[in-house]
């Protein structure tokens, strides 16, 4: 390895003409271009580096003037910035989808679909019958959801980079939430498309656009209506796309296999049952589907829970079922990879410790499943383009993350590296277990300290919650997405916990359908049960009422917690919450529809509480956030009526998230407001 090192510095140094710096690799981050080509920077010159050759050849340097311009090489292939619309969201901004090529790069503009050439940067319209009430769209992968492992790839560009797949909006009749601008010198008004529970959604089609100017084809779905049809993958020959359609209730999925050139369509299989098939954040935001071709284009793979464990199952092209793959009382997480021979797969395997996540694969031909990864944690993987290796990146909520670079039967190659934490100013978080309200079931959380941790003091203890049925919130890895907050929080002087109840996913089906018409069916009998038993069970914990804090779902979590058991918490934070589930299409999976679960909706609906809050509430929110700032005006309305004290944050011109001033405004009001209501011994 130092005389591949060596040897790699040396043909640098002849490619550029310096010596380059250091010891080690002259470049800190390499990507592909060719499936056996890298690029890289060293220094302020570009090179290549063939990796069956060993060449290292540099780049001529492209003129700053055409750069700046827009007419250099780089320039023109570089995707670019469009704002793109999303369902219920407002447009963000995003980047142009190159084709697989690079030589054409795909966007929206004003409801079209537009072609960008590398070869001259000028864009073209591929769609002109286009308009905001009735937009083309395409998908894109969110980075934010990517990172909590809520999206993935999408399928668009067909294999040979010669067709389009793209779906059309039609908004019109849908429900259209106010936003109101104030920070200018007059007001502004617009309206953002918001489907509300049981009433208009959109109508969406699927469609084929040919980027050599053949008719674009419409996919032969019927009557769209009341469904989330889908582009799912094309075919690796690129003749056939495989659509998934799933019923607005959640309770049925349709697979059927279209052809691109005709639009033509054939049902391969169908999925029903009483409850969820899919969730609803999966399909809507995160295309998370469940449904992978295999290579050589005669089969599918299909992720089903009709079990009751989240499994793998191969059909043929006809819909037949070929057989199980993957069986067991754990789920699979994901399918990342498909090739002649395997599947390979993130499950959780070890239901000793249920949320640690391994890599592992299975025979497409049947057999065991083999799994690639040993330490426990989470475990993610990176696939080399070839398939030939992987690499496998781990953590604990205590330990930083390690990679290593595997075969691709898992057998080590090399280690990456290994993240170093002996300088961090920490006491480490720990995993814990508590039983949940049913006296049965085991609930997994992680705990968090201050960093001056000192076992034989008393902390005040605060829940940082979110409780929605889409994700598990538990932060299992190093960084896990509800780690920043849970550590933040515990550096007020609290120590923190996160834990998931009855009613979230990746554990079994019946755990994640106690949600099932009943939100609160889980939410509030679990945490409060964990409370009491981490009391009972640590003496550095205060014996006073804890603080609960929570965003967006975790905002409604945190308010019904309070409510109903203020014996249990003392101190309420919401932060962009939604609390009326009449107002959106994101709670019909899971309480069905107004009009047919009254009682459902009535439960679930926070404002008929609000009489009940004996807690000190802080309720926080952006006027920019259509979504759910109409709530919060009400729950403030609500507790006015009731004669309820309560704090109420104004974020001007923020949205869902919030920007670093106001989200630093927010943490000095969310500080004080516990340590004066949170009693230290």
């Not at 009749?173 to 049981?198: F, I, M, N, S, T």
């Not at 008719?215 to 690796?236: K, M, N, S």
């Not at 496998?392 to 075969?407: F, H, I, M, Q």
């Not at 550096?491 to 009613?503: C, N, Y």
Request: aromatic share 10%; proline share 7%.
């Amino acid at each position: 390895m130092t005389e591949d090192v060596q040897v790699l510095r040396e043909r640098v140094g002849e490619a550029t003409g310096q010596t380059p710096a250091g010891r080690g690799l002259p470049f800190d981050h390499v990507g592909f271009v060719a499936p056996r080509l890298l690029a890289t920077a060293v220094g302020s010159t570009r090179v290549t580096l063939h990796l069956d050759t060993g060449a290292v050849t540099a780049v001529p340097a492209e003129h700053p003037m055409d750069t700046a311009f827009g007419l250099s090489e780089s320039a023109r292939r570089a995707p670019r910035e469009f704002l793109r619309t999303m369902p219920l969201a407002d447009p963000q901004k995003t980047r142009e989808l190159a084709s697989p090529d690079g030589d054409l790069l795909v966007s929206t503009v004003e409801g079209n679909i537009v072609l960008r050439s590398a070869a001259d940067g000028r864009p073209v319209p591929l769609t002109t019958d286009g308009c905001p009430e009735h937009e083309y769209r395409f998908d894109l992968v969110d980075p934010a959801l990517a990172s909590m492992g809520m999206a993935f790839p999408v399928c668009n560009w067909s294999p040979d980079g010669a067709r389009l797949a793209v779906h059309r909006v039609d908004n019109r009749g849908v429900h259209a939430a106010p936003q109101v601008h104030y920070l200018k010198r007059e007001d502004e008004l617009v309206h953002r498309y918001h489907a509300q529970a049981g009433g208009p959604l959109e109508r969406c089609t699927l469609h084929v656009l040919d980027v050599y100017g053949r008719p674009e084809v419409e996919l032969d779905l019927g009557d769209t209506t009341d469904t989330y049809p889908v582009h799912a993958a094309w075919l690796p020959d690129g003749s056939q796309l495989v659509v998934f359609v799933l019923r607005r209730d959640c309770r049925r999925l349709d697979v059927l296999l279209a052809d691109a050139a005709t639009g033509a369509t054939r049902p391969m299989f169908s999925e029903e049952s009483e409850s969820f098939v899919r969730i609803h954040h999966d399909v809507y935001f995160g295309r998370k589907l469940g449904v992978f071709p295999t290579p050589d284009s005669t089969g599918l793979l299909h992720l089903s829970e009709r079990s009751g464990w989240k499994h793998l199952y191969l059909y043929d092209l006809e819909g037949r079922l070929v057989r199980q793959l993957t069986d067991g009382q754990w789920p699979v997480d994901y399918v990342h990879r498909v090739d002649d021979e395997y599947a390979y797969l993130t499950a959780h395997l070890d239901q000793d410790r249920p949320y640690d996540v391994h890599l592992a694969r299975v025979p497409l031909a049947g057999g065991p499943v083999q799994r690639l990864s040993e330490q426990p944690g989470v475990h993610s993987v990176v696939f080399a383009p070839s398939g030939e290796a992987l690499v496998d990146t781990w953590s604990t909520p205590a330990e930083g993350p390690r990679s290593v670079l595997r075969r691709a039967d898992g057998s080590l190659l090399c280690e990456l590296s290994t993240a170093d934490t002996s300088r961090l100013d920490w006491t480490p978080p720990q995993q814990f277990t508590v039983t949940a309200a049913d006296s049965e079931t085991e609930l997994w959380g992680v705990m968090f300290f201050p960093a001056d941790f000192d076992e034989s003091r008393q902390y005040p203890l605060v829940e940082h919650v979110y409780g929605g049925p889409q994700l598990a919130a538990g932060p299992h890895s190093f960084m896990g997405l509800f780690s920043r907050v849970a550590h933040a929080l515990a550096q007020l002087g609290h120590v923190t916990f996160v834990i998931d109840g009855r009613g979230t996913p990746e554990r079994s089906k019946a755990f994640h359908d106690v949600v099932l018409r009943d939100w609160t069916a889980g939410l509030v009998p679990d945490h409060a049960a964990a409370v009491e038993q981490l009391k009972r069970r640590h003496a550095f914990l205060s014996d006073a009422k804890v603080g609960v804090v929570g965003h967006s779902w975790g905002g409604y979590s945190a308010f019904r917690l309070a409510a109903e058991r203020p014996d249990v918490y003392a101190a309420a934070v919401s932060s962009a919450p939604g609390f009326d589930p009449y107002s959106s299409v994101l709670y019909e999976c899971y309480l069905g529809f107004p009009q047919t679960d009254r009682d459902a909706y009535r439960n679930a609906d926070s404002y008929r509480v609000a009489d009940r809050l004996e807690s000190a509430f802080l309720l926080a929110c952006g006027t920019s956030d259509h979504a759910t700032w109409t709530d919060s005006v009400k729950m403030s309305e609500a507790l006015i009526r009731a004669g309820k004290p309560h704090e109420f944050v104004v974020m001007p011109e923020q949205y869902h998230g919030f920007g670093s001033v106001h989200d630093s405004y927010l943490w000095r009001k969310v500080s004080g407001f516990l340590r004066a209501h949170l009693e230290e011994k």
